[in-house]
């Protein structure tokens, strides 16, 4: 089984590049996202995924309202890892969380079986 990543922001427009200040922060962690571009989320792309993944509550209420039958496979990363619904602000609208890459990154590496169970769940479910 393979799997496919995507990256699609709730207040965003197609086709901007990541800010400097992130390009920065993701090469500190060895990413390069310098080709990365913006995209908006849209139904066929909410339909066609297993597992949504977001960092705060007001975007997991905003897609659960935009799409409701989708509801079920809407989490926060820190749910879905932790069991437990915290925000993971972004570091761009707020210097209170300039830590937030690296700690997306340890929620990943440690949740990544919970995230791959969870998503195989809701596979199962479509």
Sequence with gaps: MGWEVLSAGTWTSNGLPPVQEAIL??????????GHRSQVVTETMIQDVDLILVMERSQKEALQVEFRSSRPKIWLLTEAVEGIPLDIRDPMMSSENAGAGAEICRLIQTGFDRICMQAMENSKLR
């Design 25 to 34: 922060k993701a090469k500190e962690l060895g990413l390069d996202i310098q």
